[in-house]
């Protein structure tokens, strides 16, 4: 059975969604305010989060770690199967905005995360490269198979990210990933 490679190439993120207990973030709150640091040089210093117990930023999250590939005209998906490029295209074209009909299987996932009483912070890394590579096999490649998942993301001001693909239901696994962080960022929710 033929082999086929779904590649993700651009601006991505990787994030996590931290609730803090109100102690916490009184300690976090009256260093950032004493030594005039920002929420980034706090929550990205290692040694920082070391003295309250953390080894590193992502142990802060009470969720894992949450990936998206950025809907934009620069970012490019494409399907190769082992000879030659099956499909090319650019994120933004995931939207069908400028179409009288659908091109693309798309599925939209709501992402709600209550607050239940604590402060929350979601610490961002900005990243660019391949964002992931999929592999599947099928006997031969149907576009109208693939499904994009796109995840609205309202807590970071993004519309949309792609948070997964599926081909003929069955969710892609990423097999690699090479991205190097652009800007770290910290947003407070509450």
């Not at 599925?107 to 660019?128: A, H, Q, T, V």
């Not at 391949?130 to 592999?135: H, N, P, R, V």
């Not at 990210?161 to 800007?183: F, H, Q």
């Amino acid at each position: 059975m033929p082999s086929y490679i779904v590649n993700l190439f651009g601006e991505c993120l990787r994030y996590w969604i931290c609730d803090l207990k109100v102690e916490t973030y009184k300690y976090i709150f009256n260093h950032k305010i004493e030594f005039d640091k920002s929420w980034e040089e706090l929550f990205f210093d290692l040694d920082f989060l070391n003295t309250i117990g953390f080894n590193h930023w992502s142990e802060l999250s009470n969720y894992d770690e949450f990936r998206g590939f950025l809907i934009s005209k620069n970012n490019r998906i494409e399907v190769k199967g082992k000879i030659r490029k099956t499909l090319k295209l650019n994120a933004i074209e995931l939207l069908n905005q400028n179409t009288l009909f659908p091109l693309y299987q798309v599925s939209m996932i709501d992402s709600n995360f209550p607050l239940n009483g604590y402060k929350r912070f979601i610490l961002l890394n900005y990243e660019i490269g391949q964002f992931a590579k999929y592999s599947f096999e099928s006997d031969s490649f149907n576009v109208d198979k693939l499904e994009f998942k796109l995840i609205t993301c309202p807590m970071i001001n993004l519309d949309f990210i792609l948070a997964g693909i599926d081909y003929e239901g069955v969710n892609l696994i990423n097999i690699d990933e090479e991205t190097l962080v652009k800007k770290m960022l910290v947003i407070d929710i509450t």
